[in-house]
């Protein structure tokens, strides 16, 4: 499957009080840093949208956001370019820049203990209804590559698939460790 526009939310294990403008300044400075990998362009705010999208910060290749989408806080990461390799490939990279943000977001000193983030849950969905409705036929063309990320990331861990929802809504997993793991033993085991 030629699948490109894919996504990933890594969830927030816990966090203290946050307020999502305080992410703005941070999101800028990243941006004049050039504190994640890629060509970072702007800050947007919705924060102002119930269960939304949250602060993004606009990348060439791929957007990044805290988001609070389904009630739970998490980091968004949404590859819009192709990027070349197979699909296994596509998924690892836009997972690695997922939990690479995680870790640099969670080592602001903005943060410190008010924003941490869980690995053994991981949401990862692809923005394209066309080539990739929500249907057990697209999980079913769909699973060896998130197999193979499952191994990668879970490594001796227990894992499982779940397909998220029904049509209309975009085709969505959950990818579960049965037992807790940190985002940077996911970036080793990813080859970070």
């Not at 990027?83 to 000193?109: D, I, K, N």
């Not at 991981?122 to 079913?140: G, M, S, V, Y």
Request: charged fraction near 25%.
């Amino acid at each position: 499957m030629d699948l490109h526009r894919l996504g990933i939310k890594v969830f927030c294990a816990e966090h203290g009080p946050l307020d999502l403008p305080d992410l703005i300044p941070v999101f800028h400075r990243f941006i004049q840093g050039s504190s994640l990998e890629g060509l970072l362009i702007d800050v947007a705010d919705y924060s102002h949208v119930h269960h939304g999208p949250g602060i993004l910060l606009i990348a060439h290749e791929g957007n990044y956001a805290l988001d609070g989408s389904a009630g739970r806080r998490g980091l968004v990461y949404y590859a819009k370019r192709h990027s070349g390799g197979t699909l296994a490939e596509r998924l690892a990279t836009v997972c690695r820049r997922a939990l690479m943000a995680c870790r640099t977001l969670a080592e602001q000193p903005e943060f410190a203990h008010r924003l941490v983030f869980s690995g053994e849950e991981i949401q990862l969905f692809a923005n394209d209804r066309l080539l990739a409705p929500n249907t057990d036929r697209t999980l079913a063309a769909l699973r060896p590559a998130l197999e193979a990320l499952c191994d990668r990331l879970y490594r001796h861990r227990t894992w499982g698939i779940t397909r998220n929802g029904a049509e209309p809504e975009r085709f969505s997993v959950t990818l579960r460790a049965s037992a807790p793991i940190g985002i940077d033993d996911l970036l080793t085991h990813l080859g970070d």
